[in-house]
Nanobody, 125 residues
Framework: QVQLVESGGGLVQAGDSLRLSCAAS????????MGWFRQAPGKEREFIAT????????YYATSVEGRFTISRDNAENKMYLQMNGLKPEDTAVYYC??????????????????WGQGTQVTVSS
């Protein structure tokens, strides 16, 4: 069992930066692929970024590549999402997720078994 808790969301202006954190409990964090997803009002949940268990492989959605950076600290059981150059269209609830059944970074939501409760990010224009 893995429990995930996101933090770091908030209200910012366009162009600002935020860093989201995801704290994980459980002994499988370091062997789990991890990911960030987001869901805006009236829209489906979408993939943002993923990172392999070792942190050596990352993938990003086209909409955030070059602006967002995913990272992890296996010693601290934490994952991060550094978000730079935020835009109003980045406004959403952001979720972290764990995929302990895979050793590969994965963009597919159905491969993630555990999800956090989400943290709201609001970007004003």
């Amino acid at each position: 069992q893995v429990q995930l808790v996101e933090s770091g969301g908030g209200l910012v202006q366009a162009g600002d930066s935020l860093r989201l954190s995801c704290a994980a409990s459980g002994r499988t964090f370091s062997s789990s692929a991890m990911g960030w997803f987001r869901q805006a009002p009236g829209k489906e949940r979408e993939f943002i970024a993923t990172i392999s268990p070792s942190g050596s492989t990352t993938y990003y959605a086209t909409s955030v590549e070059g602006r967002f950076t995913i990272s992890r600290d296996n010693a601290e059981n934490k994952m991060y999402l550094q978000m730079n150059g935020l835009k109003p269209e980045d406004t959403a609830v952001y979720y972290c997720a764990a995929a302990p059944r895979t050793w590969r970074a994965t963009t597919i939501a159905s491969t993630y078994d555990y999800w956090g409760q989400g943290t709201q990010v609001t970007v004003s224009s």
